[in-house]
């Protein structure tokens, strides 16, 4: 089984730029989620999808972060325009749903902003 | 408010020992119990997810343990091995939504 691909695996931006990242999950799984994790903490939720429905955004930093999932599939994190504190590795995970235990990480994109 | 408390916050060892790790939560309503395995520069990989009833799971050499009463687990590694040098981190699922409350990893490091 494949697992959830993410890209790029590093990127390197000066403040005030704009990034996107993108999530391939698990074929079938229905659940997308992308976390930011900075460094020496545990990842930190941003968005949840449910197919292609938002289903929590609540820790979602709506005024510069975006996220899609078109065709619930591949999945799309953007950030505009990007702030020194946003340096962090963003991590996408996907699920088959509600209650299922086989939830699986990408390697995430380390984000560098300078 | 809903809480995962790892000790230690970091760990060295030598090589074949065999070390334990901490977790405490305060989740609820309580759903799942995983630990995960971090490498630097990875994304976390899952080693044992433990249910309510559930009060040892083990995987390899990685055996995790649940006391759903004293909200406590802890996960023992036998023959440490290089390669087990990583973050491993406990998590909580809540309830329904399979939402997940992450602590913030214990650094482990296996030295020759």
């Known amino acids: 089984e494949a697992g959830v691909a993410q890209s790029p695996r590093y990127k390197i931006i000066e403040k005030r730029q704009s990034v996107a990242f993108w999530c391939n999950p698990i074929s079938g799984h229905a659940t997308l989620y992308w976390y930011q994790q900075i460094l020496g903490q545990g990842p930190k939720l941003l968005i949840q999808f449910q197919n292609n429905g938002v289903v929590d955004d609540s820790q979602l930093p709506k005024d510069r972060f975006s996220a899609e999932r078109l065709k619930g599939v591949d999945s799309t994190l953007k950030i505009q325009p990007a702030k020194l504190e946003d340096s962090a590795v963003y991590l996408c995970a996907s699920s088959s749903g509600t209650g299922d235990y086989g939830y699986t990480f990408g390697s995430g994109t380390r984000l560098t902003v300078v | 408010k809903n809480q995962v408390e790892q000790s230690p916050q970091s760990l060295i060892i030598l090589e074949g020992k065999n070390c334990t790790l901490q977790?405490?939560?305060?989740?609820?309503?309580?759903?799942?119990l995983r630990w995960y395995k971090q490498d630097t520069g990875r994304g976390p990989v899952s080693l044992t997810i433990m249910t309510f009833s559930e009060n040892t799971k083990s995987n390899g050499r990685y055996t995790a343990t649940l006391d759903a009463d004293t909200k406590q687990s802890s996960l023992h590694i036998t023959a440490s091995q290089l390669s087990d040098s990583a973050s491993y981190i406990c998590v909580v699922s809540l309830g329904e939504g399979n939402k997940l409350t992450f602590g913030t990893g214990t650094q482990l490091k296996v030295e020759l």
């Open positions: 977790c405490n939560y305060t989740v609820s309503p309580f759903s799942n």
